[in-house]
T-cell receptor
Framework: DVKVTQSSRYLVKRTGEKVFLECVQD?????MFWYRQDPGLGLRLIYFSYDVKMKEKGDIPEGYSVSREKKERFSLILESASTNQTSMYLC?????????????FGEGSWLTVV | AQSVSQHNHHVILSEAASLELGCNYS??????LFWYVQYPGQHLQLLLKYFSGDPLVKGIKGFEAEFIKSKFSFNLRKPSVQWSDTAEYFCAVNVPNDYKLSFGAGTTVTVRA
């Protein structure tokens, strides 16, 4: 089974703090993603990475950055957290075409910015 | 860019009722289609997917979905729901060779015992 691990399940941060959300996968997948999930809006793509040190902006990258120094680890960074970034953050990986291109999700990180 | 519409925000049913959740997408070319489910307190799990072939796809837990290309639809169905089907359901679309998976807003399904 694919395992996507998000190190922090629940965080509370203050406005202006720098926040790191870490994600680790154990399947050697090249593609990794960060989404945020908000009621009534579904999942919106923040950033994705298709290889080490490679990244692309998703639909809502403003206020976020990412880091992919190793294949198994994809970090989401909030340089200066704001209250409108209170959300559930989901990390995901995508299997290669030979494995059906299925996307696997982590359990999510609930971030509250106060 | 493709967009995904899920018509129902919240559906409430009794056990043994039939369920159908609508999903439409806006891309005119070849697409890969998915339904994901998120049970309370759990991570998103794949219910079923369609890439090609038979447009009627069977997934886990008795769910199925039908791809109707002319209607740009991929509706999810289950003939008889159980209380344990209470969850949020997401439709998602991916264009082959594109990294991005676009999600609908989700439908919350509440099954009353």
């Amino acid at each position: 089974d694919v395992k996507v691990t998000q190190s922090s399940r629940y965080l509370v941060k203050r406005t202006g703090e720098k926040v790191f959300l870490e994600c680790v996968q154990d399947m050697d997948h090249e593609n990794m993603f960060w989404y945020r999930q908000d009621p009534g809006l579904g999942l919106r793509l923040i950033y994705f990475s298709y290889d080490v040190k490679m990244k692309e902006k998703g639909d809502i990258p403003e206020g976020y950055s990412v880091s992919r120094e190793k294949k198994e680890r994809f970090s989401l960074i909030l340089e200066s957290a704001s209250t409108n970034q209170t959300s559930m953050y989901l990390c995901a990986t995508r299997a290669p075409m030979t494995d059906g291109n299925t996307i696997y999700f982590g359990e999510g990180s609930w971030l509250t910015v106060v | 860019a493709q967009s995904v519409s899920q018509h129902n925000h919240h559906v409430i049913l009794s056990e043994a009722a039939s369920l159908e959740l609508g999903c439409n997408y806006s891309y005119g070319g070849t697409v890969n289609l998915f339904w994901y489910v998120q049970y309370p307190g759990q991570h998103l799990q794949l219910l079923l997917k369609y890439f090609s072939g038979d447009p009627l796809v069977k997934g886990i837990k008795g769910f199925e979905a039908e791809f109707i290309k002319s209607k740009f639809s991929f509706n999810l169905r289950k003939p008889s729901v159980q209380w344990s089907d209470t969850a949020e359901y997401f439709c998602a679309v991916n264009v082959p060779n594109d990294y991005k998976l676009s999600f609908g807003a989700g439908t919350t399904v509440t099954v009353r015992a």
